[in-house]
Structures are given as structure tokens and as C-alpha cells.
């Protein structure tokens, strides 16, 4: 119980100071003239975030489950994936969000994950949706939070960022060729 307890405080205190870096970084690009797309999605991401946060404590609290000896792997992928979102956010700089904030005419960034991945940060939150249950065999939380995660990221949000980044910036002339999730050599 005692790494549920850490893991699951490191996650909502990352996902607290994530809130302050995103909240920082839209008041400063929204001085510059940025603007909100996919507004109306947003309340819907944060909600599955916390009823991934709810369900996972519930399935490993009420039917107390346990890490097992193999375990470390799924928690090796989930450690190895804070690094990769410490990368991501890191390489945006003031651009990184969790809010689809768009600065018309800015250049998009193309460096660090970013350089092979257009969505880095996308595949790093799956990973980690997928990889935290699974440490504790919490098997419902990693299969529906998965599939559900899927859902609104191929079907709604990024969809709407792409759009507005390609409407606005030279999103499409750089990202263009590189794929969604799965890394290619840059050209």
C-alpha cells in the first residue's frame, strides 16, 4: 500500500504543479494574442483524469491489490515515461499546455520529442494511464481509462489542436510528415 500511496501523491502533485506551469504559460501567450481551441472538451479531459485518479484508488483500495514480483516492469515504463513528459514539456517551453492555447503565427516547436512525435505528450499520458494500474494489477481502471483515453484523444482533442495549429501557424509545413505516436527518423 505504501507505493500506491507514493506513486499516487507523485501524480496528483505532478499533475498540481502541471496546472500552475499551464496556467503561467497561457497568461503569457495570451498577452501576445493567443487564443483557446477546444474549450468545450477540456472539462471532459479533466474529468477523465479524475475519475482515472478515483477509479484507480477505489479498484486497489476495495479489492486490495498488490504489486507483484513483476511489477517492476510496468513501473519501469511508468518511470521512464515522467522523464519523457519532463522532455516534452521541458522542449515547449511556454508553448506546453494541458489547454489547447494557439499563438497565431508562432513557429512550432520541433525540438526534443517533438523532433519525432507530433503528440509526445499525448502518448506519454496513455503510457502512464495504462502502466499506473497495471503496477497494481488494477486491471478494470488500465482497460477502460485506456480505451476511454484513446477515444477523446483520436476523436476529439487531437483532432481540434490540429486544426487550429495548422489554421494558425506552420503547423502543418513541419509536423506534416512526422507521425502521431510512433517515432520515425526525423528527414
Known amino acids: 500500500m505504501t507505493l500506491f500511496v507514493v506513486l499516487l501523491a507523485f501524480v496528483i502533485g505532478e499533475r498540481i504543479v502541471e496546472l500552475l506551469i499551464a496556467k503561467r504559460n497561457e497568461k503569457i501567450l495570451k498577452r501576445q494574442g493567443a487564443f483557446e481551441a477546444g474549450e468545450d472538451h477540456y472539462k471532459w479531459i479533466v474529468l477523465l483524469h479524475l475519475l482515472f485518479i478515483v477509479t484507480l484508488t477505489c479498484e486497489v483500495v476495495l479489492l486490495h491489490k498488490r504489486p507483484t514480483p513483476w511489477s517492476w516492469a510496468p513501473l519501469s515504463v511508468f518511470l521512464l515515461a515522467q522523464l519523457a513528459r519532463y522532455w516534452a514539456i521541458r522542449s515547449l517551453g511556454v508553448f506546453w499546455n494541458t489547454k489547447i492555447i494557439i499563438l497565431p503565427g508562432a513557429r512550432i516547436v520541433a525540438k526534443g520529442p517533438y ?73
Do not use: C, W
Not at 507530433?118 to 502518448?123: A, D, I, T, V
Not at 476523436?155 to 507521425?179: C, F, H, S, W
Open 115 to 187: 523532433r519525432y512525435l507530433r503528440h509526445p505528450n499525448y502518448l506519454i499520458v496513455s503510457v502512464e494511464i495504462l502502466t499506473l494500474p497495471l503496477i497494481f494489477h488494477a486491471y478494470f481502471t488500465a482497460i477502460v481509462f485506456t480505451l476511454l483515453n484513446t477515444i477523446m484523444l483520436i476523436g476529439v482533442r487531437i483532432p481540434d489542436e490540429e486544426k487550429a495549429l495548422g489554421q494558425a501557424t506552420n503547423y502543418r509545413d513541419v509536423m506534416g510528415r512526422r507521425r502521431r505516436f510512433i517515432p520515425k527518423r526525423p528527414e
